[in-house]
């Protein structure tokens, strides 16, 4: 697999993009760089469990997860820029309102499948509260609570662009079915905290 930009960046590098006034990468990118942040604690924590069948299983998983993480960052980012194009069209461009419309929609289904890659980990993160290296407790809940803000912070972005979407007339089933995929995110980071917080508590 070929090396992508972002996974071969030295992160101050990558930071000192992030922080300036630019389009590109917004805060998409940083959710999806929080989300491959995670998946490489659960790679850490699996690395330390007992050999065997499943741990290659969850290491197999977290490192896939952090590749498709940082992809999405990286898709994200385009898209943010495609966004603040779309926006600064003029006000009278007859193409205005499909491309916005258009525009947000695929934005919102760019940040639903960045939900996708961290929800892949809930099972492997459960499989570590029963089996894991107890002295890795706690980077099982830091990896899920990574994991869970990665995801609210997307949502915070599909629940923006559904409103955008909305605004610029897309039709009621697909707003229902972004509606549908912002609601299965929170429900997942849900989850993840609550992993989370069963960790912590044995600490």
Known sequence: MPTSELSAARIDQWLEHLAAPVPEPGGGAAAGVVVATGAAL??????YAAPGEQRDSVLDAASRAR??????????GR??????AAFRRPPDD????R????????????SAELVVVARRLEGPLAWLERSGEPR??????????????????TAVN?????????????DESTADRLRTAL?????AAAQLDALADRVTATL
Do not use: F
Not at 79 to 84: F, Y
Not at 94 to 97: C, E, F, G, K, S
Not at 100 to 107: D, G, K, S
């Open 67 to 76: 590749r498709e993480a940082l992809t999405a960052a990286e898709h994200d």
């Open 99 to 110: 491309t916005v419309r258009e525009t947000t929609v695929r934005a919102a289904q760019s």
């Open 158 to 170: 599909i629940r923006c662009d559904i409103s955008s979407a909305v605004e610029a007339g897309i």
């Open 94 to 97: 007859p193409d205005r309102a």
């Open 136 to 153: 890795l407790a706690p980077d099982v809940a830091v990896a899920a609570r990574m994991l869970a803000c990665g995801i609210r912070s």
């Open 183 to 187: 609601g299965e995110a929170l429900a």
């Open 42 to 47: 659960v790679s850490m924590a699996a690395g």
């Open 79 to 84: 898209m943010s820029a495609a966004l603040v």
